[in-house]
């Protein structure tokens, strides 16, 4: 990859289901470790993901995609539980970003969170997913 543009990577995550969960933070946490500026954008649902303590409940469906991904978690030494997954990514150094108005419908405060670096409002994640490589879950 040459460029700004391979060495920045924006997710974001608007959903709570499990799966897609586990893929952004997974995701997040190999392409900061791979030495990529690794953003986490959390919006919509995905909040749900972050609140304390529901994060860990989180649960992969069973199945033949649950059971391969966990096995393929287990053998690369990742942790299964979501809310581990989550502190990996940020101990790798991704920056996790909370969209202000979601956070707002959702009647949540920043407190009841995990850890994450600011919130940020529609412009500036209009600009993030027009400027870097961006996925969506």
Known sequence: M???RGKRLVIVLASN???RVMLAFVTAAVSAEMGNETYLIVT???????VKGQASKLRVEK????????KRMSAAGLPQNMEDLYKLAR??????????????????RREDL????ELVG????????????SIVF
């Open 122 to 133: 529609p412009g500036t994640i209009a600009e993030m997913t027009a400027h870097y490589n």
């Open 17 to 19: 289901e499990a799966t």
């Open 63 to 70: 199945g033949f995609v649950g059971s391969v991904l966990k």
């Open 44 to 50: 919509l649902n995905g909040i749900d993901a972050i």
């Open 91 to 108: 101990k790798n150094g991704v920056k996790v970003y909370v969209d202000q108005m979601s956070l707002r419908i959702s009647g949540l």
């Open 114 to 117: 995990l850890d994450f670096d």
């Open 2 to 4: 040459d460029g700004e």
